[in-house]
Nanobody, 126 residues
Framework: QVQLQESGGGSVQAGGSLRLSCAVS????????MGWFRQAPGKTREGVAT?????????YYADSVKGRFTISQENAKTALFLQMNSLKPEDTAMYYC??????????????????WGQGTQVTVSS
């Protein structure tokens, strides 16, 4: 089973940037989807970005973050990153990294993810 630990959250002003990191352990051979999700108070958890690298690279971004956020992972897949630029107050949420068994474009499907980090808070002020 995969263990995930997020870091890099904090408070920034609108227009600023943050880079979230997710340390991954317990990784074994096989195909994994990786992703970032977020949840604001009173809201359901939503997918932000997902990635699969294992024979080509497949990424997916929510419309709300497209062009502003970039998901990437270290080659050994022991770390996942989310570069967040041009942050907006509506980006304020708890951000979670997640992993699940899957491959390719299937990684955009939320049901794939069954391993979760504890979350890191991102707060964007006006």
């Amino acid at each position: 089973q995969v263990q995930l630990q997020e870091s890099g959250g904090g408070s920034v002003q609108a227009g600023g940037s943050l880079r979230l990191s997710c340390a991954v352990s317990g990784y074994t051979s096989g195909s994994y989807c990786m992703g970032w999700f977020r949840q604001a108070p009173g809201k359901t958890r939503e997918g932000v970005a997902t990635i699969y690298t294992g024979g080509g690279t497949f990424t997916y971004y929510a419309d709300s973050v497209k062009g502003r956020f970039t998901i990437s992972q270290e080659n050994a897949k022991t770390a996942l990153f989310l570069q967040m630029n041009s942050l907006k107050p509506e980006d304020t949420a708890m951000y979670y990294c997640a992993a699940g068994r899957g491959y390719g474009t299937a990684c955009r499907q939320p049901y794939i993810y069954n391993n979760w980090g504890q979350g890191t808070q991102v707060t964007v002020s006006s």
